[in-house]
Nanobody, 114 residues
């Protein structure tokens, strides 16, 4: 059972930046895919970005060029660097890990004011 703990959320102004961190309770070296999802009020949870064990990345069209996902296998951490934030980026952001089973963190709130 992998436990994921997110941090780094908060309130930021339009155009600002935040870096989200997700720390896993065990080695992420063998985790096939790690990703960040978000869920805004009244909307479905959506994939923001993902990174595979070989470093391949995927981004939602809405965040391409603004967000960067990276993984640190030594520190069992996945980061999401978010820049040029917009009010529509406001959501609870969840860390996700997939290796046979799927694991979720508890989420961290990101609020972007206009």
């Amino acid at each position: 059972q992998v436990q994921l703990v997110e941090s780094g959320g908060g309130l930021v102004q339009f155009g600002g930046s935040l870096r989200l961190s997700c720390v896993a309770s065990e080695s992420i070296f063998s985790i096939t895919v790690m990703g960040w999802y978000r869920q805004a009020p009244g909307k479905q949870r959506e994939l923001v970005a993902s990174i595979t064990d070989d470093g391949s990345t995927h981004y939602a069209d809405s965040v391409k060029g603004r967000f960067t996902i990276s993984r640190d296998n030594v520190n069992n951490t996945v980061l999401l660097q978010m820049t040029s934030l917009k009010p529509e980026d406001t959501a609870v952001y969840y860390c996700n890990a997939f290796m046979v089973d799927t694991y979720w963190g508890q989420g961290t709130q990101v609020t972007v004011s206009s």
